[in-house]
């Protein structure tokens, strides 16, 4: 077995890591521990947000399920076409919904941060980018790292998504 040199080892490690080093994570916007709900969510208010009624079902059931983002909201997500997904913000303290905000592939977000990132970087999406890299759909996506503080959401960073699937391997 081959032996690899500490100088390159540290290449190697740092050089791999350096290119998601200029993109937000989660472990870097974290939730206090005082904020993270325990319990049974509040049921979902649909009067609380304009536009709710349409998606009354979705949104009732995915509430029931609790928090998922930031500590005590849950984040519900509909269908509204392809390519196309609206992700609800439910406070699982109030029941309140508090926004929404819309994505092309999907949303990632975790309950111990405030940290939602808008159509990431996903190996399997790459892959069809690929195939069809001319596609018009890959043009207009965008990857947006955005914040939620004080109910509302807060972009703190957006690319090009064909950019941002670079830092896969």
């Given at each position: 077995m081959k032996k690899i040199k500490p100088a390159l080892l540290a290449f190697m490690i740092l050089g791999s890591s350096s290119s998601f080093a200029q993109y937000p994570d989660f472990a870097q916007n974290p939730v206090p521990d005082r904020e993270m709900f325990e319990g049974t969510p509040a049921p979902?208010?649909?009067?609380?947000?304009?536009?709710?009624?349409?998606?009354?079902?979705?949104?009732?059931?995915?509430?029931?399920?609790?928090?998922?983002?930031?500590?005590?909201?849950?984040?519900?997500?509909?269908?509204?076409?392809?390519?196309?997904?609206?992700n609800w913000v439910v406070d699982a303290q109030t029941g309140k919904i508090k926004d929404k905000i819309h994505s092309e592939l999907y949303a990632r977000y975790q309950p111990d941060s405030n940290l939602i990132i808008v159509n990431p970087p996903d190996p399997d999406i790459k892959v069809g980018y690929e195939k069809d890299p001319g596609a018009a759909q890959w043009r207009e996506i965008k990857t947006s790292y955005i914040l939620w503080s004080d109910d509302k959401f807060n972009l703190i960073h957006q690319d090009n998504w064909t950019n941002v699937i670079k830092i896969l391997r």
């Open positions: 979902v208010d649909i009067l609380s947000y304009k536009d709710a009624e349409e998606y009354r079902v979705q949104l009732t059931a995915g509430a029931t399920k609790g928090p998922n983002f930031a500590g005590h909201y849950t984040i519900v997500t509909t269908e509204c076409g392809p390519l196309c997904q609206e």
